[in-house]
């Protein structure tokens, strides 16, 4: 659009939506409102605050008359709704975004939490699965909660797992449960050589079916089975607790590497196949069956058995 008194020809981009109400009966709008000049490049509508405080413009008037300034009531219900207008794109992309990555199962983060006594080899669990690597030692028990980021892969597709890692102590117990209640996977563990952890497990399940959802994938885990010379809790107690609650078992070693990486993977496609079937879908994923993908899959020995028995 041209116009005031410049040599310099430019144009200005007005929403067709806008609605200013100042049209009167004089026909007086330049021939070339609507021209766009090749080579020159369009300038959007001068800054409104300006307007509004009275400053001099020097580029032409919005409405495509010239010298012609709105009341400041229509510049600033047209700021207004320009604002409104950029906020519902801004959230509308956000959520289209959003809603794109929720509709791909590849995309889901699953929250997958590991539960259990102090000192029962949580984090060492975690530590192994994330990096394959057994940190030799004694860790400093976890304070509070904290959590990494794992993809599994499942047959041809990424599932993402959320892994957080919780104390156990008795202290942090009630930051814990504010955890459960979005969680879509908890791992419970208890240590072979501790059997006051082991029968802890059957409080932590309370707390799982109090605050947790009803669908939440539940695992038990009994851990340190490389302890073969300290273990106190046989095999069966474990499988005997687990069938008792319905819940798949089996025995980790943290130390060795045993089981962890098919501990999450069961529960990976546990998920998988969830989200499939919600999505309505017939394919063998919709029909895993995760007790019956352990004992396919587990080691056939019945513990592990080493020398010297590290805390894991």
């Given at each position: ?37 090749d080579?020159?490049s ?18 032409p ?11 400041a ?66 860790f ?14 499942v ?158």
């Amino acid at each position: 659009m041209r116009g005031g008194s410049g040599d310099s020809p430019s144009t200005v981009t007005v929403p067709a939506s806008t609605s200013l109400n100042i049209m009167t009966g004089d026909d007086s709008m330049s021939d070339d409102v609507f021209e766009v000049e090749d080579g020159k490049s369009q300038m959007q509508a001068p800054g409104l605050s300006e307007r509004l405080a009275g400053a001099v413009q020097a580029t032409p008037s919005p409405t495509g008359y010239r010298d012609y300034q709105p009341p400041a009531e229509v510049l600033q219900n047209y700021s207004q709704q320009q604002s409104n207008f950029a906020k519902s794109r801004l959230a509308d992309n956000v959520w289209s975004s959003y809603k794109r990555d929720q509709d791909n199962p590849e995309n889901y983060v699953h929250k997958t939490i590991l539960l259990g006594d102090s000192g029962v080899g949580k984090t060492s669990l975690l530590v192994q699965f994330d990096t394959g690597k057994f940190q030799h030692g004694n860790f400093a028990a976890t304070v509070g909660i904290g959590f990494t980021n794992k993809m599994v892969t499942v047959d041809d597709s990424q599932v993402k797992l959320q892994i957080w890692d919780t104390a156990g102590q008795e202290r942090f117990r009630s930051v814990t449960h504010a955890y459960y209640r979005d969680a879509h996977a908890l791992l419970l563990l208890y240590d072979v050589t501790n059997k006051q952890s082991y029968d802890n497990i059957r409080a932590w399940l309370g707390e799982i079916r109090e605050y947790a959802q009803d669908d939440v994938v539940i695992m038990l885990l009994g851990n340190k089975c490389d302890c073969g010379s300290e273990r106190i809790v046989r095999r069966e107690d474990g499988q005997r607790l687990a069938n008792e609650y319905k819940v798949p078992f089996m025995e980790t070693s943290a130390k060795t590497g045993l089981n962890v990486e098919l501990a999450f993977h069961a529960v990976a496609r546990e998920l998988k196949a969830r989200a499939n079937k919600q999505e309505g879908g017939d394919s063998d994923d919709a029909r895993f069956n995760v007790q019956d993908y352990l004992r396919q899959h587990q080691s056939q020995r019945n513990s592990c058995l080493s020398s010297n028995c590290l805390t894991t």
